[in-house]
């Protein structure tokens, strides 16, 4: 028999064939489909349902039992990780892939861009020497460019070849100062950057003009990576299993951005070679992982990062479809677990500037939180989990297509739901509201727990009370009859409301402030801006802020690789803010685990 074995994913219709011993989430992997898979193949988050259509099917860990039950079951869902492919396998990938839905991040604050162009290109018409006056090529360029840098002697070869074939009509590109290539002819209108903004789950690309300053377009799409795992610590597991899966890594993210960047560029007619620069910002597990770099050093005390301050190379060295002149520019970090992206947020945020005490918050599987006081700005990063992204709840999913995504209950439950759809499950958001909806409205107790029928409040409305019905293990609350929430779900999230608390009360003790003491939250990245403060505030993920004190700022890290991108200044702030945030580390606190066991209280 054949090591070799065919399955055919539907609706693509996608036929691969894989060793022996592959699961279906690895075949599907392979053949570049994506199944959500928010533990990265381990059995453990219950989301890589698949429906299966032909063949044995033989389960080689039985962890699905915990996950589907027994009516999902009889309709043939299993879990894509669980089950080696058979010959001749069919199988329907049952939902939807994650990234249905997701839009470009605007940049909904951005700092006044003090544009000083960083790409010069400039049309060099020089004469040719008469031989009267023997005047060097390289003088006759900083005649017109004189504070050009001296290029070394391989750069000063190519520059003389070029100008010689072009008969001295040329353009010369230079990176502040520094040159970078030389084309011939005149291509000065010509000049353009990207900004990346690498998240774990989603990546946004910003296209900007660099001479004119002005951004162009936006794309954005799942991490390619998301389905070898959800959060950091399963990529980082991933990538250290065998050298060949840091480089699955590394090729799926470098293939995500390519995507973006084709995209972009054919739908504005740009070609590839007039990208001359592009600076990008991620937490330290993605840039590591971009740059091929095993990240095992961050999940593992003292954690320890394999480099922190900003990395410069050319872009093609990535895997990036672009020409060898591209300058890639990796924002410095600050940590193992601060990153670019907090540092290009706090730029955007302007931390780095006198002001009040201000408090920058972005929420997700790692929480990173900031405060600057009194000229001092102090970091930490808190291990919030994966609630807040839809992992380990029971219909958890990322704010795509058919997630419940607001709730609020008066005399019964109202619900809004992401694009034309039925309710499919329910996102960070819609997880948030639900709790705090149902702690207003006497459902859950201060402890966490989901009140039976007899502790309910006397006020609550038949129509509330059907919802409540008994499940498996213990009580379930219906916000449609398909969607309900558990106790393992409200948990989840009071684990990640602690772990986020605590990282905000301990940044507050070490400026000595409370929180009266500041003047603005300020709540960066997509989830940030469709998270309710009430909310927030209802469940104690924040301390009780005045509302008007909480805002949204939007995709600051990605508002901060653009003011990279813009202006040398700007790159300049975001070397030195790096060095100036003073980090915390939440596990060598003493308070910590009171903090936390607080937090966890409603
Ligand atoms: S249970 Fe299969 S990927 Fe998580």
């Known amino acids: 028999m054949s090591d070799e ?3 055919t994913f539907f609706p693509q219709e996608q036929t691969i064939s894989v060793p022996a011993g592959c699961t279906v989430l690895e075949a599907a992997q392979r053949a570049g489909l994506v199944i959500d898979s928010l533990c990265g193949g381990k059995g453990r988050c219950g989301k890589c349902v698949v429906k299966m259509l032909a063949g044995e099917v033989r389960e080689f860990k039985d962890m699905g039992k915990k996950f589907l039950s027994a ?17 001749g396998m069919e199988v329907m990938i049952s939902r939807e892939p994650s990234n249905s839905g997701i839009k470009g991040k605007e940049i909904d604050k951005i700092v006044p861009i003090d544009f000083v162009k960083r790409i010069n290109k400039r049309y060099l018409n020089l004469k040719t020497n008469s031989g009267q006056n023997q005047i060097s090529d390289w003088e006759r360029i900083t005649h017109v460019l004189p504070d050009l840098k001296q290029p070394d002697l391989k750069t000063l070869k190519k520059i003389s070849v070029l100008m010689r074939k072009s008969e001295f009509k040329a353009t010369l590109t230079s990176l502040d100062n520094e ?35 002005q ?74 992982l971009f740059l091929g770099i095993n990240p095992q050093g961050l999940s593992v005390f003292p954690f320890t990062p394999v480099f922190a301050g900003s990395y410069n190379l050319r872009a093609c060295e990535t ?15 600050v940590s193992a677990y601060v990153g670019a992206d907090t540092v290009a947020s706090a730029l955007a945020a302007d931390l780095d500037q006198k002001g009040p005490p201000r408090l920058l918050l972005d929420i997700g599987t790692n929480g ?6 009194n000229g001092n700005i102090w970091a930490c990063s808190t291990a919030a989990g994966p609630a807040l992204e839809g992992g380990a709840i029971k219909f958890g999913m990322r704010a795509v297509r058919g997630a419940i995504s607001e709730v609020n209950i008066t005399d019964d439950v109202e619900i809004s739901i992401i694009g034309n759809h039925t309710a499919r499950g329910l996102c960070g958001s819609g997880l948030l509201d639900a709790v705090a909806q149902m702690l207003g409205s006497g459902l859950i107790s201060k402890t966490g727990r989901l009140k039976d029928f007899q502790s309910l409040p ?19 609350f219906h916000l449609t009859p398909d969607v309900y929430l558990t106790q393992g779900d409200i948990n989840q999230l009071q684990l990640a409301k602690g772990a986020m608390r605590a990282g905000i009360e301990i940044l507050m003790a070490e400026a000595g402030i409370t929180f009266d003491d500041v003047e603005e939250v300020l709540l960066a990245g997509a989830f940030g801006t469709s998270l309710r403060a009430d909310s927030l505030v209802t469940v104690g993920l924040l301390p009780p802020f005045p509302q008007q004190k909480i805002k949204a700022i939007g995709n600051a890290a990605g508002a901060g690789a653009l003011l990279c991108l813009l202006s040398k200044g700007h790159h300049q702030r975001a070397v030195n803010l790096a060095k100036e945030i003073k980090y915390v580390e939440l596990s060598l606190q003493n308070d910590f685990q009171d903090r936390f066991m607080k937090g966890i209280k409603f």
């Open 179 to 213: 040159f970078i290539s030389i084309e011939p002819g005149d291509t000065e209108n010509k000049n353009y950057g990207l900004a990346v903004d690498l998240g774990t789950t989603t990546v946004a690309v910003y296209l900007a003009d660099l001479n004119t300053g």
């Open 71 to 87: 009516e999902e079951s009889s309709k043939n869902l299993r879990l894509a990780c669980t089950i080696c492919v058979e010959d």
């Open 215 to 288: 951004i162009l377009d936006t794309g954005a799409a799942l991490n390619e990576q998301s389905s070898y795992g959800a959060d950091v610590v399963s990529r980082i597991s991933y990538a250290d299993e065998q050298p060949k899966r840091l480089a699955i890594l590394q090729k799926a993210v470098a293939n995500t951005i390519n995507e973006l960047l084709y995209k972009l560029l054919t739908k504005h007619s740009i070609d590839r070679k007039s990208i001359y620069l592009i600076t990008l910002v991620g937490n330290p597990t993605m840039t590591h």
């Open 5 to 7: 074995r065919k399955i």
């Open 368 to 373: 990173e939180v900031a405060l600057a006081c």
């Open 319 to 333: 895997g990036l479809v672009l020409p060898s002149q591209a300058k890639l520019e990796i924002l410095p970090l």
């Open 458 to 476: 006397e006020e609550l409305t038949p129509a509330i009370r059907r919802r409540l019905t008994p499940g498996e293990t213990g009580h379930i």
